[in-house]
């Protein structure tokens, strides 16, 4: 591993990975999906908690770790339950990377966040798009349409 990817832990003597942990790119992932879907800018955001826009982009990236007091700030304001932010996360592969890397060795493979279409810019336009449609009637058209696609791809 290249110098900057990696650290060595004083205690320990171990390499110590720099990558984002997969908890924190989580959180930051969610952080962004609930900002964007209340069309909140990052400007406005790190105004009304104190912090500077570059944070909010370093929070959202996952290199930056939200303290649970400025979770619970940032939920205030996207008025969402904090366990939103932990929604979908894979805890059971969390488990054995704590397990893995308590017992001495380091994890053979990364633990990746869950592959969740809710976290895609693309369900956001969708989504977005529905609900500027003019009329309940369409709009249940449509939805109906999305159904009976998604119905004749699974077969």
Known sequence: MSEFNTNINK????????????V????????????TMLKVSQDQLANEIGVTFQQIQKYESGHNRVSASRLFDISTFLTCHISYFFEDFDSASRIE?????SNG???TNEIKTPTDPMLKTETLEVVRAYWRLPSN?????IRNLLISLSKKESN
Not at 24 to 34: A, C
Not at 97 to 101: G, H, L
Not at 137 to 141: I, P, Q, T
Request: no cysteine.
């Open 97 to 101: 990377q704590n397990r893995t890397v």
């Open 137 to 141: 009637d369409l709009r249940k058209s």
């Open 105 to 107: 060795n380091s994890p």
């Open 11 to 22: 205690n320990t003597g171990t390499e110590v990975s720099k990558q984002p942990d997969p």
């Open 24 to 35: 924190d790119v989580h959180v930051g992932k969610r952080i962004k999906l609930r900002r």
